[in-house]
């Protein structure tokens, strides 16, 4: 069984620059989340959907970041304009539900801002 | 005060060493807990959840005391491979499925 997809695995932008990450979670889960993850820090939400709606994003910084899940499936995560303090790892994960399903994380996009 | 706290380490220890891992968190409504693994570079992956009575997976074991709001792991006969990050995690109210994540337990096993 495939696990969550990510893309890019890796960007490097300058600051002010917009920036799009795409995540497709394990088929079937219809939860998915997206996290943040500074070096030497454990990750933290910014965002989770049940199926298409946003149910958790008090974390989400709604200034600069949005979030889309239009079919309930896969998801993108935009930053813009991206800051110097936006450099981090973002982690999308997914599970069957929100409740007490364990989470399957995907690879990550290392963004680096400059 | 961070919701969950652990020491970032690193722990260095020899091949064949007993190593525990403490982790504090700051609500007493938690419910779940976990610890999860997370190699370098790479994504943190389960490693096993937390029950109030302790449990066991192979050479691990975990640990809860809710009234200290305390969870450790204990890891016997350590092998080379088990170097990595180790997160506590906890899951419970407010946002009863967000989960909270520590900074993380770095462990080196050494030959």
């Known amino acids: 069984e495939a696990g969550v997809v990510q893309s890019p695995r890796y960007k490097i932008i300058e600051k002010k620059q917009p920036v799009a990450f795409w995540c497709n979670p394990i088929s079937g889960h219809n939860t998915l989340y997206w996290y943040r993850q500074n070096l030497g820090q454990g990750p933290e939400l910014l965002i989770r959907y049940e199926n298409e709606e946003a149910v958790d994003d008090s974390q989400l910084p709604k200034d600069r970041f949005s979030a889309e899940r239009l079919k309930g499936v896969d998801s993108t995560l935009k930053i813009q304009p991206a800051e110097l303090g936006d450099s981090a790892v973002y982690l999308c994960a997914s599970s069957l539900s929100g409740q007490g399903h364990e989470q399957y994380f995907g690879p990550g996009t290392r963004l680096t801002v400059t | 005060r961070k919701e969950v706290e652990q020491d970032p380490g690193p722990f260095n220890v020899p091949e064949g060493a007993t190593v525990a891992f403490n982790c504090t968190y700051s609500?007493?409504?938690?419910?779940?807990f976990f610890w999860y693994r997370q190699d370098c570079r790479k994504e943190p992956k389960l490693l096993m959840s937390?029950?109030?009575s302790g449990n066991e997976d192979g050479r691990f074991t975990a640990q809860l005391n809710r009234a200290s709001q305390y969870i450790s792991l204990l890891i016997r006969d350590s092998k080379l491979s088990d170097s990595a990050t180790y997160l506590c995690v906890v899951k419970g109210w407010p946002g009863f499925q967000k989960l909270v994540f520590g900074t993380g337990t770095r462990l080196l096993v050494s030959p």
């Open positions: 937390v029950y109030s």
């Open positions: 609500n007493s409504a938690s419910q779940s």
